[in-house]
């Protein structure tokens, strides 16, 4: 070993003495130096190596030395070990040393399950990202009256023919391609019924709102109802975060509404009148990341801006999970696993997200964690509290004794899953506290997806809650007004007294 350090070292003197000489010299370039650098650093890690292998070879062969010694206690039960083991050097081929056999054997087992192991984690942790794909301009557009368009969706019968009109203002990361996710068009067509979706303000191809609020949403909902010809009453259907737009349709405009279908709706989680129960009931479900969401929507809002980005505003797709770091049970996990429910849900984000603007998912967040302008108290129906003074007394003798209420008189049906950790049971027990009135449907091992979406069971008996019997869209011939005219009244009266008389 000496004399080969000798030998390396002479060979490096050498060598830099040349370099010394030949310096600036036109025959060294960089790439030289470089192959040169290169042989020496093989050189020394070759010796570097035989320098290893005298050393293993010393600590082995010598009889007294600590290896040795400490491994020919493993002797006796190794060769025990391998006693039992050697009926296997019977199947191996009768020319070869059973232990380069065994050796080679050994070897390629191990780069095998090594091999193996690299593509499955690489599989599972790398999968193939999918960007979002860009869609030609298809939805019809109504003008409101402040000048933007509002983008929306017609499923079910004809203005004319439907016997019940349902509006659903989406969620969050949603679009007018959303509604009943898997509604059939022959349910709808069984019940009569007319449904209509709509982008909200600077989602899909609706045009943002300068300064929205759930008031402007409202009277947004307002004024699409009007355009689109539905002159009577209408039902609105809100899920989830939309479910804060189906509030405030209650709280600004309960004129033109039937009723409220509301599955697992969205209610502020700072709200005040909330228990220290059910505030816990609702947080402790959530994941620290999306508690952290809430924190940044409530105090740091453009701070989301940044989160967006990286996600679902990235130019590529992602598991909805990841994206609003929910927590979900099995069965919903299942659900998003689907492959049908893959394949609209992507393209539901494509049209989300279409302008590519973070402003109209900032205010959604924001809308969900600050002040609404209202209570769902003020939706309670209740008797009005007659005023104090001469006026009150004079109108209240005026209204001959009539009582007059407050809040929402129509129906309010809220359906909830007892496994829903996205919105969870606790939020729905509030509402109900507040709302008495309202109709609870608990849905038992069911989640946040797994009732509202592609079930055509769960969507008959959601229409059949709402509308009875199924009694199919109205025939415009036979299903005419009939209520009397005033004229064909007396004259009924008058040939009923004159068949009286004659009688």
């Known amino acids: 070993m ?38 020496g650093a093989m050189e020394m890690s070759v010796e570097f190596a035989k320098g ?35 009926f296997f050097n019977e199947y191996l081929p009768e020319d070869k040393d059973p232990l380069h056999a065994w050796s080679v054997i050994c070897f390629v087992l191990v780069l095998a399950f090594a091999v193996l192991s690299v593509n499955t984690e690489g599989e599972n ?110 039902w609105v259907l809100g899920y989830s975060s ?20 509301m599955f697992a709706p969205m209610v502020n989680p700072y709200d005040s009148m909330m228990t220290k129960g059910e505030m816990y009931g609702i947080w402790e479900k959530w994941t620290r990341k999306r508690k952290f969401m809430y924190f940044l929507a409530r105090r740091f809002p453009r701070s989301l801006v940044y989160f967006y980005r990286r996600t679902f505003l990235s130019g590529k797709h992602g598991k909805i999970d990841k994206w609003l770091s929910l927590s979900l049970g099995k069965r919903d996990r299942a659900l998003i696993e689907d492959p049908i429910y893959e394949e609209f849900w992507q393209r539901d984000v494509e049209e989300s997200v279409r302008q590519g603007n973070a402003k109209p998912f900032l205010e959604e967040a924001v809308l969900q964690v600050s002040n609404w302008g209202f209570r769902l108290a003020d939706l309670k129906l209740q008797k009005k509290q007659q005023g104090k003074g001469i006026v009150s007394l004079l109108k209240s003798f005026l209204s001959r004794g009539q009582d007059e209420y407050t809040g929402f008189l129509g129906p309010i049906h809220i359906w909830q899953g007892m496994d829903d950790r996205v919105v969870p049971p606790s939020m729905t027990d509030f509402v109900h506290r507040v709302l008495p009135g309202a109709a609870m449907h608990k849905l038992p091992y069911e989640g946040h997806f797994t009732y509202f979406y592609f079930c055509d069971e769960c969507h008959r008996q959601i229409f059949t809650t709402l509308f009875g019997t199924p009694q199919g869209p109205l025939n415009i011939a036979l299903e005419v007004d009939q209520s009397p005219v005033e004229g064909d009244g007396e004259e009924q009266e008058e040939g009923t007294f004159c068949n009286a008389t004659l009688n």
């Open 52 to 86: 290893c292998r005298d050393i293993v070879r010393q600590s082995l062969e010598k009889e007294d030395s600590f290896m040795r010694k400490n491994l020919g206690k493993l002797k006796g039960p190794c060769e025990k070990v391998c006693g039992k083991l050697r």
């Open 2 to 39: 000496m004399g080969t350090s000798e030998d390396q070292y002479a060979r490096f003197v050498n060598s830099a003495a040349w370099s010394n000489g030949h310096h600036g010299s036109e025959t060294e370039s960089f790439g030289y130096q470089v192959r040169e650098f290169v042989k």
């Open 125 to 234: 942790s790398i999968p193939l990202e999918k960007k979002l794909s860009i869609h030609p301009l298809s939805a019809d557009r109504i003008l409101l009256p402040d000048g933007r368009y509002i983008a929306y969706r017609e499923e079910g019968v004809a203005a004319d023919r439907a016997r019940y009109s349902i509006i659903v203002p989406h969620n969050f990361l949603s679009s007018r391609l959303a509604g009943i996710p898997g509604l059939k068009a022959s349910l709808l067509e069984e019940f009569g019924i007319r449904l209509l979706t709509y982008d909200l303000p600077g989602f899909g191809e609706s045009d943002p709102h300068p300064s929205r609020n759930l008031e402007s949403s409202a009277l947004d909902m307002f004024f699409f109802a009007s355009s689109v010809g539905v002159n009577d009453k209408f």
């Open 242 to 261: 939309g479910g804060l737009h189906a509030w405030a349709a209650l709280k600004y405009i309960p004129d033109r509404l039937a009723g409220a279908a």
